[in-house]
């Protein structure tokens, strides 16, 4: 199995690469497929990119909100996730 080296220790990539575990997973997957669509030329995948550094800059302050609220874990539960992301589009604020 191939490890990746994390802060504190290391993680496989099959914990990386899972929806639990990477709220981005989706968007991750179709930049990785718009990539091999257009025989690797990333012109035509901007959009997708965009999209998953959207999601990751999203999911990025849930978590620094979650931890200067002491809230643990600071990435929320799979069943959390679309309600945290309902109120973020309704309200356009995280609200934890």
């Not at 504190?8 to 990539?35: A, D, F, I, Y």
């Not at 800059?57 to 069943?79: A, D, H, N, S």
């Amino acid at each position: 199995m191939t490890r990746e080296h994390v802060e504190g220790g290391t993680k496989s990539r099959t914990q990386v690469n899972n929806e639990e575990n990477n709220p981005c997973w989706k968007e991750h997957r179709m930049s990785l497929r718009c990539m091999s669509d257009s025989n690797y030329n990333s012109e035509e995948c901007q959009l997708q990119f965009q999209n998953y550094r959207t999601c990751r800059e999203f999911w990025t302050e849930v978590q620094r909100q979650r931890r200067l609220k002491g809230i643990r874990p600071l990435l929320p539960p799979l069943e959390e996730r679309k309600s945290i992301k309902a109120k973020y589009m309704e309200t356009g604020e995280i609200i934890i």
